[in-house]
T-cell receptor, first 113, second 113 residues
Framework: SQQGEEDPQALSIQEGENATMNCSYK?????LQWYRQNSGRGLVHLIL?????REKHSGRLRVTLDTSKKSSSLLITASRAADTASYFC?????????????FGAGTRLFVKA | SQTIHQWPATLVQPVGSPLSLECTVE??????LYWYRQAAGRGLQLLFY??????ISSEVPQNLSASRPQDRQFILSSKKLLLSDSGFYLC????????????FGPGTRLTVL
């Protein structure tokens, strides 16, 4: 089965630095999404990139998608302490009816003030 | 605007006791509904999803069951809890048709002793 796998598992940076998280998956996708989760809370949708898109921006977030390598990256520029959270990629694959979103294990980001 | 509610927020139950977690959505109709479980520091495991009243798809054989008695109500149940049922349970909804972003509830922290 397909699954997004994030890399690194954990990342610690200083406030103001950029944070890059990567996601790899196994099978063809229709779209890939990134979510954020603060500790003990529900997930919040950040951005969705479709399989025919290569790059997407939203505020300080930049997502890239390389379908030939089956990988995506999430870049957070000029990080802030409030960006401390876990970040998950999620994929919807062809043949699943669009209802099965598979989440990776996540990257835990810690931004030090 | 749409909102999603989950309760209770935390629950401590003895092994062998029954379970009922409820999730309701407001402000939308005919949503797709999902139940996930998240182990500590891990990603999300899809347990059940539903595309309509009375329609439940199970992803993982287990000690749990789900029901959708009304369009915007999704219930997760167990007749006898196991220690391994402990975890963080998240309900989510998305627009009908699949391939849409999901909106998560605040989660229920279940501890089985």
């Amino acid at each position: 089965s397909q699954q997004g796998e994030e890399d690194p598992q954990a990342l610690s940076i200083q406030e103001g630095e950029n944070a890059t998280m990567n996601c790899s998956y196994k099978t063809s996708i229709n779209n890939l999404q990134w979510y954020r989760q603060n500790s003990g809370r529900g997930l919040v949708h950040l951005i969705l990139i479709r399989s025919n898109e290569r790059e997407k921006h939203s505020g300080r977030l930049r997502v890239t998608l390389d379908t030939s390598k089956k990988s995506s990256s999430l870049l957070i520029t000029a990080s802030r302490a409030a960006d401390t959270a876990s970040y998950f990629c999620a994929t919807d694959g062809r043949g699943t009816g669009g209802f099965k979103t598979i989440f990776g294990a996540g990257t835990r980001l810690f931004v030090k003030a | 605007s749409q909102t999603i509610h989950q309760w209770p927020a935390t629950l401590v139950q003895p092994v062998g006791s029954p379970l009922s977690l409820e999730c309701t959505v407001e402000g939308t109709s005919n949503p797709n509904l999902y139940w996930y479980r998240q182990a500590a520091g891990r990603g999300l495991q899809l347990l059940f999803y539903s595309v309509g009243i009375g329609q439940i798809s199970s992803e993982v054989p287990q000690n749990l069951s789900a029901s959708r008695p009304q369009d915007r109500q999704f219930i997760l149940s167990s007749k006898k809890l196991l220690l391994s049922d402990s975890g963080f349970y998240l309900c989510a909804w998305s627009g009908s048709g699949g391939y849409n972003e999901q909106f998560f509830g605040p989660g229920t922290r279940l501890t089985v002793l």
